[in-house]
């Protein structure tokens, strides 16, 4: 057990060294750069610049000294935003985002094991009907649709009420919390409903949920004991790109609902070309997500004892 | 003899499908007593599995459904139920053991565990109690080093050491009848044979009526006291093992047995199968249901579904060569006279 982690965190490591590396040079690919724009008035301004911030370097060099500053965790400066540092803008707006990130992530998770349940014990029957239609509305819909009819719903339902139930849009409470993950997390739990529900229909008819009956048990300890725990393992594989594609995800819904998540700074330095902040927000969501999913095949492990052996 | 322990009367059981109702078991009746062993013989599809697997309501329904007859345990009925005298039907009285021990445990769950599980839902056993006992149990079904293996998982057995782990479960609890589906079907011969004994030897130290499901003749042989032959949801000839083998009273039954390959060195016939195949249960013939591939057919057969005819004490056919007016009654049968 303890070789298989260590295999998998080196492997983790390569590969975040590979998504540094194809990161910086898509990014000096793309045409301009940081300092180009209204700030480089002049060549002189223009090479002042470049110096400073060691753009004049040939690219080898300059991928040196980057990949030497990430080793001692040192993402360097904001071109954009003066004076900040881009350790201290993860460090302020990354646990914004993993909370948003995780509660999403919980939701769309329990959601999806109990709808699927429900609708694999419900088979062709009402509930099954109704829920699978929402899950098809579920994927289909983007998540900023929901985003904004979430929005307009709870305006709606504070108007009627008179008083703020739930608070609109920014973040600081739990109460501003609850739909924004919601909307983030449904179309993933839509799919883990699916998902959930094929695994459950398959295991529902296998010998050893038979056994289980026959050997007289109750039916809410056949379907904990030898049916949940079998087929949640399939939605605990998927659970680990789930995360990626919601924490990745999120800046749209973060945006719709003003909340100052990491996200923004994200797409923002894209945009701008902000070579630092790019570099540093690119690698430390690779590396977030690397570890996550090492941390879903180790929980998979612990799940099903067969991968375990090997 | 006394009152039969477990007494199987008139069961009907069909299953709705796409294609239309299925009547898998048209009418089936057994009789199994303590310390016996009933060997429900038959090919597949005949409703051998159905007929124990509604007794142990274990037939999804819907699609199934048990349309009458009674299954009577001490004379308690047991159909629909779920405990009588207050104690559970399936795992406490009835055991149970499948076709391939493969997957019919679970995958995630430790041998132990899951041959604990009964005696802790059904005696209230604590955890540990439960554990020991399912030690105990191990070895009593000749599993070496049983403190180890019993924390081991399914995929870590072989086939035959995961049958002798569901026997282990099915008889935790002491039940008074155990049901063999086919349990020898998915293993090594070598592994059949052994499982057999293990079978046998259990039945010997605590009396447990067995019903043994199987295709085999040769299991049968080995181990049953008496026979029901069943085809296309019927028992057509029932009766002591001796009775059935030796002085076969169904022409389907024959049939078995020259179908049935051996080895007498004196010998050189050529096996003979049985023509044609069973009936569309989906509209069973009105007459008897082996009529279109028996060689002994005759006008009544199509025409009249068969009673049974007792031709000795506890030996009963459902075949109309038994009927007082029959033109050739049943002479041939015993010789052998096959098919054609």
């Known amino acids: ?310 | 003899m006394s009152a039969p322990l477990l007494e199987v009367q008139n069961l009907h059981v069909e299953f709705d499908t796409y294609g239309g109702t299925v009547q898998a078991v048209r009418g089936v009746d057994f009789k199994v007593e303590a310390g016996r062993t009933l060997a429900i013989v038959g090919e597949s599809g005949c409703g051998k599995s159905v007929t124990v697997q509604a007794m142990m309501g274990l037939i999804p329904m819907p699609p199934g459904r048990i349309m009458k007859g009674s299954a009577k345990l001490r004379g308690v009925e047991i159909l629909g139920r779920k405990t009588i005298e207050g104690r559970e039907v399936r795992g406490a009285e009835i055991g149970m053991i499948f076709q391939d021990p493969m997957s019919s445990l679970n995958p995630t769950m430790t041998i132990g565990d899951q041959i604990a599980e009964p005696l802790i839902v059904h005696r209230g056993y604590s955890r540990s109690k439960a554990w020991a006992r399912a030690l105990e149990l191990l070895k009593l079904v000749r599993i070496p080093e049983a403190e180890k293996r019993a924390k081991q998982y399914p995929f870590e057995f072989s086939g035959g050491m995961l049958q002798r782990a569901m026997i282990a479960m099915a008889i935790s609890c002491k039940p008074t009848v155990l049901i063999a589906d086919e349990p020898t079907t998915a293993l090594d011969v070598t592994i059949q044979a052994q499982i057999l004994d293990l079978l046998k030897d259990l039945q010997k130290e605590t009396g447990m009526a067995l019903i043994l499901i199987t295709h085999d003749l040769g299991v049968v042989a080995r181990m049953a006291d008496d026979v029901a032959v069943m085809y296309a949801g019927q028992v057509v000839e029932s009766g002591s093992v001796d009775d059935v083998f030796y002085r076969s009273s169904h022409p389907y039954t024959l049939g078995l047995k020259l179908a049935m390959p051996n080895n007498d060195p004196g010998r050189h016939d050529t096996l003979q199968p049985i023509e044609g195949s069973p009936p569309d249960l989906f509209s069973p013939p009105l007459g008897c249901a082996y009529a279109a591939r028996c060689p002994h057919s005759m006008k009544v057969c199509e025409a009249r579904s068969p009673e049974q005819f007792d031709v000795a004490p506890k030996h009963y056919s459902r075949c109309w060569l038994h009927h007082a007016q029959s033109p050739h009654r049943a002479e041939g049968l015993y010789l052998g006279g096959g098919n054609e």
């Open chain 1, 1 to 310: 057990m303890w070789q298989y982690t260590l295999k998998r965190l080196l492997q983790g490591v390569i590969t975040v060294w590979f998504i540094a590396t194809a990161t910086f040079l898509a990014m000096h690919s793309v045409p301009g750069d940081p300092i180009s724009g209204e700030r480089a008035a002049t060549e002189a301004i223009r090479a002042n610049l470049a110096a400073r911030y060691g753009l004049d370097k040939p690219l080898g060099e300059q991928y040196v000294i980057y990949i030497g500053n990430f080793l001692k965790g040192d993402f360097g400066i904001s071109f954009t935003q003066q004076n900040r540092q881009v350790n201290d803008i993860i460090r302020e707006h990354f646990p914004v985002s993993a909370t948003l990130g995780i509660l999403a992530v919980l939701f769309a998770a329990l959601g999806g094991v109990l709808w699927g349940a429900l609708t694999a014990i419900y088979r062709n029957r009402l509930p099954d009907t109704v829920i699978m239609f929402l899950v098809i509305l579920g994927i289909s819909v983007p998540s900023f649709v929901f985003a904004a009819l979430g929005q307009l719903a709870l305006v709606n339902i504070n108007n009627f009420f008179g008083v703020s139930i739930l608070p609109v849009a920014g973040w600081g409470t739990v109460s501003h919390m609850i739909v924004p993950a919601l909307v983030l997390g449904m179309g993933t739990m839509a799919y883990l409903t699916r998902l959930m529900r094929s695994s459950m229909l398959e295991i529902i008819h296998s010998d050893y949920v038979r056994t289980a009956k026959a050997k007289g048990l109750p039916a809410e300890r056949v379907f904990l004991k030898h049916q949940l725990r079998n087929a949640i393992l399939p939605v605990v594989t998927v659970l680990g790109p789930a995360i990626a594609a919601i924490t990745t995800g999120g800046f749209v819904v973060e945006l719709v609902f003003a909340i100052p998540g990491l996200g923004r700074y994200f797409v923002q330095a894209v945009q701008q070309l902000d070579y630092t902040v790019i570099m540093g927000t690119t690698v430390f969501y690779g590396s977030f997500l690397v570890f996550m999913v090492i941390l879903v095949d180790l929980l998979y492990g612990w799940i099903d004892p067969r991968v375990r052996v090997q």
